[in-house]
C-alpha cells in the first residue's frame, strides 16, 4: 500500500500531541501549527509504503518555498552530532552555504533512489532547461527492524510522490513517510514537528523543526525520567540490544534573514534539544541537522548570484532568542513523533507504541506549579 500523508494504520485511536496533553517543554510559544510549516512558504509531503508486515518504510519531502528552488536557492547551514550515517549532498552545502532542491528524508538504502528523485524533479522545472548539475540533498535513518530494507522498495517514482504530495498546513505525524518503519528509545518513532514564534521583542521570527526519530538512549519526556520509570532504556542490565544506536535527522525552517554561518549556528543548537531528550549521540547514530532560511532577501536568485549583492543578515548578538527556539521545537518534535506512535508488526518484530497514557500520568503526579508554567520539574520520587 502506498499513501501520500494519512496515517498507515488507525486501528489504534490517536493519542494527543504532547502540548495538546498539556505537556508544556520550553518557554517559547508555539505557531499555530506547531509545525515546520509554522515557516511561510514550506511544504512537507510524505509517502507512505506498507507490505503487510515485510515493508515499513517511505519518504518525506521538505520544500524550502514553492518557486523554483534551483534557481532561487536558500542559505543553509548543515551540522554533525554524531556522523555514522550518510547525508547526501551535505558537502556541497557545507561549502557553499546553499539548497538548491527539496530536502528528502528516507532510509539508509533508498538514498540513491530518493537523489534521483529530486535531480529529476530539478530538472523538469520550469527554467532549468540548460542545467547541468544538481545538488539532492538526501538524510537517511536505518529502519531495518519493521522493514526488509534489503527489498529497496522505495523507487525514484515513489520519492517523487512525496514531492508531489508537499503541501502547507498541518503535517502528518508518527508512522508515515520516513518514520514509518523507525523506531526511538525502544518504542515506535517515525515523522514529528514543532515551531516556536519569538516575541516581537526578540525579533518576532519563527522557527519551524521537523525529525525523523530513530535514535534512542534514556527517554526524557520536559524533565521527566520517563525511560527509568518505564523500563527498557540504554544499558538497562547492560543488555546487548543496542536500543542507543539509530539516527536522528532534524530539518529546521525559519523566517529569520540568517547567513549560512548564522544557520550552520542554528542547527547546531538543535542537538541541544535532542540530548534532552535522554540521547548521548551513541557511536552507532547518525546524527544530523539543516536549517535554512525562506526569508526573501537572502535568497540566493540568479541575479544576486551574478554579482556582488548585499544579503540582511540577523546580527551575532541577535542570535540567542533563535538558538532557544531550535533547541525547544527539536525536543518537542521528537516528542511528538512519539506521541503520534502506533503498535507496529514489522519484519523482524514488533515495537509497541510509547505508553502515553502512562506517561500522562508521570506528569499529572507532578506539583501544579511545576506543570503550569513550563518550568522543568522536579525528579519524581520513586
Not at 518555498?65 to 534557481?71: A, R, S, V
Not at 514529528?192 to 534514556?218: A, D, E, F, I, M
Request: aromatic share 4%; hydrophobic share 40%; charged share 20%.
Amino acid at each position: 500500500m502506498v499513501s501520500t500523508g494519512l496515517r498507515a494504520d488507525q486501528a489504534e485511536p490517536a493519542a494527543p500531541r504532547a502540548r495538546d496533553a498539556g505537556i508544556r517543554i520550553g518557554i517559547l510559544t508555539p505557531g499555530p501549527l506547531n509545525a515546520i510549516t509554522d515557516v511561510d512558504g514550506v511544504r512537507v509531503g510524505h509517502m507512505t509504503l506498507i507490505d503487510g508486515t515485510r515493508v515499513h518504510t517511505g519518504v518525506t519531502a521538505i520544500l524550502p518555498h514553492g518557486d523554483n528552488l534551483f534557481q532561487n536557492k536558500v542559505p543553509a547551514g548543515f551540522s554533525v552530532g554524531n556522523g555514522f550515517g550518510k547525508f547526501a549532498g551535505s558537502t556541497q552545502v557545507e561549502e557553499l552555504g546553499e539548497v538548491e532542491t527539496p530536502i528528502l528524508l528516507t532510509n539508509t538504502l533508498s538514498v540513491a533512489e530518493a537523489m534521483a528523485a529530486s535531480i529529476e524533479w530539478t530538472l523538469e522545472q520550469s527554467g532549468n532547461e540548460q542545467v547541468q548539475s544538481v545538488n539532492a540533498v538526501v538524510g537517511e535513518t536505518n529502519d531495518s527492524f519493521l522493514n526488509d530494507i534489503r527489498a529497496r522498495t522505495v523507487t525514484s517514482a515513489k520519492a517523487r510522490a512525496a514531492i508531489a504530495a508537499a503541501k502547507t498546513g498541518p503535517v502528518a505525524e508518527g508512522a508515515v513517510g520516513a518514520g514509518t518503519g523507525t523506531v526511538a528509545f525502544g518504542y515506535k518513532g517515525g515523522i514529528g514537528t514543532s515551531s516556536r514564534v519569538l516575541p516581537t521583542s526578540l525579533g518576532g521570527h519563527k522557527v519551524g523543526v521537523l525529525v525523523q526519530s530513530n535514535y534512542g538512549g534514556v527517554l526524557t519526556i520536559a524533565g521527566m525520567p520517563v525511560g527509568e520509570r518505564l523500563g527498557g532504556y540504554l544499558f538497562e542490565r547492560e543488555v546487548d540490544r543496542k536500543q542507543g544506536d539509530g539516527s536522528v535527522i532534524i530539518v529546521i525552517a525559519t523566517d529569520a534573514p540568517l547567513s549560512d554561518r548564522n544557520l550552520k549556528r542554528l542547527a547546531a543548537r538543535a542537538f541541544m534539544g535532542i540530548a534532552r531528550t535522554g540521547s548521548p549521540m551513541t557511536n552507532g547514530s547518525g546524527d544530523y541537522a539543516i536549517a535554512f532560511s525562506t526569508h526573501p532577501d537572502v535568497r540566493r536568485s540568479a541575479q544576486r548570484r551574478a554579482t556582488a549583492s548585499a544579503y540582511r543578515d540577523v546580527g551575532n548578538d541577535q542570535m540567542t532568542p533563535l538558538f532557544q527556539a531550535a533547541s525547544e521545537a527539536t525536543e518537542e518534535a521528537v516528542v511528538n513523533s512519539l506521541f503520534a506512535g502506533r503498535t507496529v508488526t514489522g519484519h523482524r518484530g514488533t515495537v509497541e507504541r510509547l505508553p502515553v497514557d502512562k506517561v500522562l500520568a508521570m506528569w499529572r503526579a507532578l506539583p501544579r506549579d511545576d506543570r503550569a508554567d513550563g518550568r522543568r520539574p522536579a525528579r519524581p520520587k520513586r
